[in-house]
Nanobody, 121 residues
Framework: QVQLVESGGGLVQTGGSLRLSCAAS????????MSWVRQAPGKGLERLSD????????DYAGSVKGRFTISRDNAKNTLYLQMNSLKPEDTAVYYC??????????????WGQGTQVTVSS
């Protein structure tokens, strides 16, 4: 079955950086678009960024555009999120999600257990 395991979260100061990873298994990773989403305390899910199956089409939410970079390594079945210039409002649980098709913007059909990111002021 589909397994998505996030790692790389932690505590960082304002302005710092973190790199999240998501190890995928149980499906042909290179055939599906992927996404990063987050949930801040007391708030709903926020879709941050999508990347298509080939890695050459990417979307970002306005809240992270210019600070976060999504990427993927299809040879390693791994999705990444490089997060720079972190702000306290980026504090959340971050999830990677598998999309239902090859293109960005499609719906999620699986997601991981999440990794906590805490940004101190």
């Amino acid at each position: 079955q589909v397994q998505l395991v996030e790692s790389g979260g932690g505590l960082v100061q304002t302005g710092g950086s973190l790199r999240l990873s998501c190890a995928a298994s149980g499906f042909t990773f290179s055939r599906y678009a992927m996404s990063w989403v987050r949930q801040a305390p007391g708030k709903g899910l926020e879709r941050l960024s999508d990347i298509n199956s080939g890695g050459d089409s990417i979307d970002y939410a306005g809240s992270v555009k210019g600070r976060f970079t999504i990427s993927r390594d299809n040879a390693k079945n791994t999705l990444y999120l490089q997060m720079n210039s972190l702000k306290p409002e980026d504090t959340a649980v971050y999830y990677c999600a598998k999309l239902a098709g090859t293109s960005v913007g499609t719906f999620f059909d699986s997601w991981g257990q999440g990794t906590q990111v805490t940004v101190s002021s």
